[in-house]
């Protein structure tokens, strides 16, 4: 195959993953990755040649995205997050736009509830995948004590890879949920997690993107997917210091019921919902 121009490489492959139902705007993603190009050089260049050495593996990997459903990010190898790239594959959850807006609370919540002339403020992630959470949490409060959590060995190694590659000090300790804090009786101020919160019985409902792809690990979590909320909210008094900031991402619909699992542990504590950009519940925090 050969397009004389790069506007013709983008029409093939637009229409190519028009026909399978996948969605148009991987194309740009992966001309502008071969082309080294922003988005707006790759559209000033539409009219310029398709240079030939990018031909074929451009082609390839659309066809690949288009008729496996195979994420662009495992074709690529990484994905951006919070102004950061981080490599991913197959062992860890694609970092989502989603999660973004959890990290960007914390931090504001961090900054207006602690007083940095204290003790250093211990963080930790539960769950931690790519590190996405982790590295940026240190990366953008370097004051921070961070440590994170993952029952994946697979998964510990590319955060590992990212937070060295990122130049982000953090501790990395393999377990599931808080059994390693209690294990290493360490207390923490702030508690992030994005768990796996969707229902074994969605599972069909998912895109093959997600479903093929992503590890099971990380998307679900018993019948109502809420085990993971269960399992981490039970063993919270055992971690948390006197005074502590909790904050999870969650399915748009579990506002409520995470909500009602913290304060049957937590009377006192007022739970905070928060929609995300598109309206939607996505996060519960609360201080203690």
């Known amino acids: 195959m050969s397009f004389q121009t790069i506007w013709e490489a983008r029409r093939w492959a637009s229409l190519f993953l028009k026909e399978h139902n996948r969605e148009e705007n991987v194309v740009d993603i992966l001309l502008m990755h071969h082309l080294n ?6 559209l000033a260049s539409l009219q310029d040649p398709m240079p030939d050495e990018y031909v074929d593996i451009f082609v390839e990997q659309i066809k690949s995205h288009g008729e496996t459903g195979v994420p662009i990010q495992h074709l690529l190898g990484y994905e951006h997050f919070y102004g950061r790239t981080f490599q991913v594959n197959e062992h860890v959850l694609i970092p989502r736009p989603e999660t973004e807006e959890l990290v960007e609370l914390v931090l504001q919540q961090i900054s207006k509830g602690f007083d940095y002339n204290a003790t250093p403020l211990t963080a930790v992630d539960i769950g931690a995948g790519s590190g996405a959470i982790c590295v940026t949490l240190k990366k953008e409060n370097p004051h921070l004590d961070v440590k994170a959590v993952d029952i994946s060995e697979e998964a510990l190694a590319i955060a590992r890879k990212n937070a060295n590659g990122l130049g982000a000090e953090v501790e990395f300790l393999q377990g599931n949920f808080l ?32 479903r ?34 909790i904050a999870f991402e969650i399915g748009y619909q579990q506002g409520e019921a995470v909500k009602q699992l913290l304060l049957t542990t937590y009377p006192q504590s007022n739970p905070q919902i928060v929609e995300d950009i598109n309206g939607k519940d996505r996060i519960v925090y609360c201080w203690l």
Do not use: C, W
């Open 37 to 42: 190009l922003s988005r707006a050089m790759l």
């Open 179 to 210: 059994k390693p804090l209690i294990e290493k009786n360490i207390k923490v101020d702030i508690l992030v997690s994005n768990p796996p919160y969707i229902s074994i019985h969605d599972r069909e409902e998912l895109s093959d993107t997600v």
């Open 212 to 245: 093929d792809y992503d590890p099971s690990l990380a998307l679900f979590a018993g019948d109502d997917g809420l085990d993971a909320y269960r399992a981490i909210i039970k063993d919270l008094p055992k971690v948390l210091k006197q005074k502590a900031l």
